[in-house]
């Protein structure tokens, strides 16, 4: 609303043809996401196996097995998702798109009643959700699912992936929060926060902007959230990377950095 007048957002989609740029966009196309999606299902000869794919299968109960990979292993998937999107806004194709519809059933299958979705904790630690927001990239995961079911609405106008994560969205606000019984904390890998913002411009929904401020407000508030009751939650160890809290671009509140 701008002096009373209630303003649209307009959609600006680009067609590009310049040789340089249309090069790249053409590998990205007809080379790396084909090769992507091989190796998210494990079919590239001589690589380590990604699992990514199958670790969703395992949350969604139509595969026996154990996790494999790192706990960012779902961001993966998101990243494709993501990718295919952009693609498919550029120029629509039945198959690739086809492809990504089923993967995204797959993570529909995956999702628990409540609306979690994140293949580690539900497979190898289901009774130790938000037990490590230091080191374990659940809500980095979120944002990266979150930003690749916002640009896959974009590009194709279809809602199924929007509502999947806008569902887990609604349940992170439950979890997170100065409110009583809620966690005060916030993710150690930045990525949610601009993920909510994306979410909100998509849906209006300002819920989704307001838990994007109060991750924003709450990192580097002191005393450190990753201090306090650190042992129940299991980030006993020493920080991974020798900037701890400055790494996090948690030393100080975000408002304050330089």
Not at 46 to 72: K, L, T
Not at 176 to 201: S, T, V
């Amino acid at each position: 609303m701008i002096g009373g007048i209630k303003v649209e957002k307009a959609t600006i989609r680009a067609n590009v043809k310049d040789r340089f740029w249309k090069r790249y966009i053409d590998v990205v196309r007809n080379e790396v996401v084909p090769y992507q999606w091989e190796a998210l299902n494990d079919r590239i000869l001589g690589a380590e196996p990604s699992h990514a794919i199958e670790n969703f299968r395992i949350a969604a109960g139509e595969s026996d097995g154990e996790f494999y990979g790192m706990v960012f292993q779902d961001s993966d998937v998101a990243k494709w998702l993501e990718a295919v999107a952009y693609l498919l806004e550029e120029k629509r194709d039945s198959e690739l798109e086809a492809l990504a519809d089923d993967v995204i059933e797959l993570l529909g299958r995956a999702q628990q009643p409540d609306g979690y979705l994140n293949t580690y904790y539900t497979v190898k630690e289901p009774g130790k959700r938000w037990t490590n927001l230091r080191d374990n990239h659940e809500l980095y995961c979120a944002g990266h699912l979150i930003e690749a079911a916002v640009a896959y609405f974009q590009a194709t106008g279809k809602r199924r992936f929007l509502d999947i994560m806008c569902k887990y969205a609604d349940y992170i606000g439950t979890v997170f929060g100065r409110g009583e019984g809620q966690i005060p904390g916030y993710d150690g890998h930045q990525e949610i926060e601009l993920a909510l913002l994306k979410l909100y411009e998509a849906t209006g929904n300002e819920n989704y902007l307001k838990l994007s401020q109060y991750f924003i407000d709450q990192r580097g508030q002191q005393p450190h959230y990753f201090d306090q009751e650190k042992e129940a939650r299991g980030e006993t160890g020493p920080f991974w990377y020798d900037g701890g809290y400055r790494y996090h671009q948690a030393h100080i509140p975000v408002r304050e950095q330089k």
